[in-house]
C-alpha cells in the first residue's frame, strides 16, 4: 500500500509485474487458483507466478530454455484461447477462482464462448440451488496503442465495445491508470462473483499518478474523480480520460494548454470503469447526479479512450447531450511503428487534443504550432524508428 504520491506522473511502476506478483500471493494462499494464458505468460510480465508455481507439462522431453513444468502444475498455457477458456469456466463452476491473460487483440476470439458464459450466469441466478460462480477474470494487455514490432494485426480493442453492448450488466471492463490502481483492480476481480471483468493495462512501466486511497475511492465513487494536482477550480473545459496510455497524453496536453494558452481552466477527470450504459462497475455506476459534479451541468467534455471512441461516446450520451462531447480513441489507424506514431495516426495523441481546443479558442497559430510538431515526429519516426516525443 502507498500512501501519498508526492510527484504525481514523475515515476513509472508496471501495472503488469504489480499484478504478477499478486497473482504470485494468489498461488501460495489458494491451492485451487489456476492461472491460463496463450504461451503469453512471461511476455505480459506475469512471470513471477513461476518462482512458486509450475507450468502443467505432459511432455517427458525438457529444454532448458523451458521455465519449471511439472504434471500437476497450476500455470496451463496453450496456444489456443478457445480451449483455455472452455477449461477455465469448468474449473470457475467448480466453485474455484482462476484468472486468465492474454494480449488485447486475440481476446476477440473467444467473444462467443463469453456471451454465452454471460447467458448462463444471467440464468444461473434464477436458480436458488445455484451458488455464486467466481467471476471470469481477463487480463488484457501487450494492447493496441503498444505493439511496436507486431503491427496492425495485433491491434484490436472490439472485445471491450462487445462486452459494453451487452443488456445483460454483467461485464466490467476496468482501465486501471497505474500499479496502485491495478491492485485494486485486482482485488477487485479476485472477490467478485457472477460477472465478468476485462482488466486493459500497459504491460511497461507506466508513470504512478494516485495513491492506495485514490485508487480505492475511484471504485466506491462510482469509477470516476477529479484529478487535483493538474486541474483547476471552475473550469472552462473538462478533459477525461479512459486508459493508461490515452490518460497520459491527456495530462501532458494540460501542461502543453497551461503553457501557451494560461488563461483557460481545465479540469481532468479520470474513468476507472465501464459497465453497459454506464461509468463505474455493475455493483456501482456513477449516478447522473455525481456526473453533473464531476463534468460540471453544462462545459465542454473532451475525452480520450483506450478503445474505439463511438463506445464511451454512447455511455457519455447517457449522462449529457452530444454537442458538449468531443472523442478521441482507437479509430482504427495501425501499423509496424513507434508508439507515440500510433497515438498521432489515431488523433489520440497530446497535441491532437491542443489542437481541439487551439480551434475552439481561434488560435490558429497555435493549432499550426501543433501540427508542425506533429510531423516533425513523423518524419523523424520514419527515418530513425524513434520518436522524439516520448
Known sequence: MVDKVERPGEELYS????????????????????????????????????????????????????LPEADDGRIIEMLSENVLF??????LMNGEKAMMGSYEAFYPIITAQLLQQMKFIKQSKRVDWRKPMPAINLLSTSTCWRQDHNGFT???????????????????????IDDMAAEETY??????ENAVNLTTFDKNPR????????????FVNGGASIYQFISDENPDYVFAACGDIVAHETIEAIKILKADLPEIKIRFVY??????????????????EKFIELFTPDKPILANFHGYPETLENILENYTERRRLRVHGFNEEGSTT????????????????????????????????????LEQNHLHAIQYGTDLIK
Open 86 to 91: 472452455s477449461v477455465m469456466t469448468g474449473h
Open 207 to 218: 508513470p504512478r499518478y494516485i495513491d492506495s486511497h485514490h485508487a480505492n475511492f475511484e
Open 15 to 66: 501495472p503488469a509485474l504489480k499484478i504478477g506478483e499478486l497473482l504470485t500471493e494468489e498461488f501460495k494462499k489458494d491451492p485451487t487458483f489456476y492461472f491460463f494464458s496463450p504461451d503469453e505468460t512471461t511476455s505480459n510480465k506475469f512471470d513471477q507466478i513461476f518462482e512458486v508455481e509450475k507450468r502443467a507439462w505432459g511432455d517427458l522431453i525438457q529444454k532448458t530454455w523451458d
Open 154 to 176: 495485433h491491434q484490436s480493442p472490439a472485445l471491450i465495445s462487445t462486452l459494453l453492448s451487452v443488456p445483460s450488466n454483467l461485464a466490467n471492463c476496468i482501465f486501471p
Open 338 to 373: 513507434t508508439p507515440f506514431e500510433m497515438l498521432r495516426k489515431n488523433a489520440a495523441s497530446r497535441y491532437d487534443i491542443a489542437i481541439d481546443i487551439a480551434k475552439v479558442e481561434k488560435r490558429s497559430d497555435l493549432a499550426l504550432k501543433y501540427e508542425a510538431i
Open 271 to 288: 474513468i476507472n470503469s465501464l459497465s453497459y450504459r454506464g461509468i463505474g462497475t455493475t455493483r456501482n455506476k456513477l449516478t447522473k
Open 187 to 192: 482485488r477487485f476481480m479476485i472477490d467478485a
